[in-house]
């Protein structure tokens, strides 16, 4: 990305937070129900006339049923629907989210399950974070994707390279640049027209394989290729040095002292920060991980778009030498909340997960805090997907402290915090 899209991604956000204060409901289903209700009712009144004018004056900034336009670039934050418009920048976050639209520059997609049909072109970058990931579109800059399952179809066009992290990847279509990835399983059955460096569980050369630069591989086993397949630059395989059973022996393990050590002083001081927050704090900073609960998709869509721009605008912002100390500052405030966010993640968790055992109980916030920071530990060791746990607990939480902070008064967890919900 250049400076310009940075600057104009900034922007976005900020039109996009200036405005989503009064129209937040119109991200959500309800809104079209509202619509429609509106349409088939009784003429409109002087401050439905109003509000008209108002919009007539500000062309800038459009609000739909389903999707938030601002300038060119749209916002979506839903559960299942097939976006198939013409715009700049797509910012997606759903849960069955279904793309054939065109994109002149980047989309950034976030769900379960994200489809991006053969109809559907991007003339940028991809970035896609999903349980299941499916390419069968044509995109001209580079994919960046973490998922669980990350598919590019026969068909697929990538003219640029793939970096990312998934368990099982399976790419049969044309792509252009190199391949950086990690995964549990890779499955090779297309084209690509430069290296290929992958660390796996598994590696699988099809028949239609076809590497035209070198194949690196780290692996505890050897690459099963088909005679078929084709590598036209040299092969190397490396066994990861952690499968040596005399390392794990000596202490490399999970349960080595030294792992115990610092992972037990990692979960107490979390827990103590989180502490403190929540004593000093009372009511302003349970609200958070009470709006993640009461609207997860929401503050998963915000995290998302606070996640990529803010430290892309924060360094943007070290680059141009009269906002260096704006962009540090900037950066330091982000890694504060990146740091806290993984906390309201947690603590939403926990909290779930008492209320769910303990119907009726309403659970302590400092043992929602504990459960939550335990169980994110333990889940994140996970090969492969403790980093995308990881990943949705930052963006979770980032969304969290996004909509407190839109929310004023706290309108949406007044009384304190609420029941979570995940669906």
């Not at 995109?139 to 998934?166: K, P, Q």
């Not at 499955?187 to 992958?198: K, Q, S």
């Not at 996004?402 to 949406?412: C, I, N, Q, V």
Request: glycine fraction near 12%; proline fraction near 5%; charge should be negative.
């Amino acid at each position: 990305m250049n400076s310009g899209r940075f600057i104009r991604l900034l922007v976005l956000l900020a039109a996009a937070a200036a405005t989503a204060g009064g129209a937040a409901p119109l991200l959500h289903a309800e809104a079209s129900q509202e619509a429609g209700s509106e349409s088939t009712s009784s003429p409109p009144s002087g401050a439905q006339v109003a509000q008209s004018s108002q919009d007539q004056q500000e062309p800038e900034v459009e609000l739909f049923p389903e999707r938030h336009r601002v300038g060119n670039t749209v916002f979506i934050f839903n559960d299942v629907f097939d976006f198939s418009g013409v715009v700049n920048d797509l910012f997606v976050w759903g849960w069955l989210p279904t793309i054939s639209g065109e994109i002149s520059d980047n989309a950034f997609l976030g769900g379960s399950k994200v489809d991006l049909t053969a109809d559907a072109s991007i003339g940028g970058d991809l970035f896609i974070f999903a349980q299941t990931a499916s390419i069968e579109g044509q995109i001209v800059g580079d994919v960046y994707g973490f998922a669980n399952e990350l598919r590019v179809a026969e068909g697929a066009v990538v003219g640029g390279a793939i970096y990312g992290a998934s368990a099982i990847a399976i790419l049969d279509g044309n792509i252009g640049g190199p391949v950086n990835f990690s995964s549990g399983s890779v499955m090779i059955n297309g084209t690509v027209r430069g290296d290929v460096w992958i660390e796996c569980g598994e590696l699988t050369l099809g028949p239609n394989a076809v590497i035209e630069g070198d194949l690196r591989y780290e692996s505890a086993r050897p690459a099963t290729i088909d005679p078929g397949a084709r590598v036209l630059g040299d092969t190397r395989h490396d066994v990861p040095q952690d499968d040596d059973e005399e390392a794990a022996a000596a202490g490399s393990g999970w349960f080595s002292a030294r792992n115990l050590l610092w992972n037990g002083w990692w979960l107490l001081s979390s827990f103590i920060v989180g502490a403190v927050a929540l004593a000093i704090g009372g009511e302003t900073a349970r609200r958070p991980a009470a709006c993640l609960a009461e609207q997860p998709a929401l503050g998963l869509g915000f995290g998302f778009v606070v996640a990529v721009v803010f430290p892309a605008a924060a360094i943007l912002a070290m680059i141009l030498l009269v906002t260096i100390p704006l962009g540090v500052l900037a950066l330091a405030l982000y890694l504060a909340a990146g740091y806290l966010a993984r906390l309201v993640a947690a603590q939403t968790v926990g909290d779930w997960l008492l209320r769910t055992v303990r119907t009726g109980v309403e659970p302590s916030a400092y043992a929602s805090l504990a459960l939550g920071l335990v169980l994110f530990y333990v889940l994140t060791q996970i090969p492969y997907v403790g980093f995308l746990i990881w990943l949705a607990a930052l963006v979770g939480g980032l969304g969290g402290i996004f909509l407190a902070t839109r929310s004023g008064k706290g309108d949406a967890v007044a009384g304190g915090p609420q029941p979570a919900t995940i669906p």
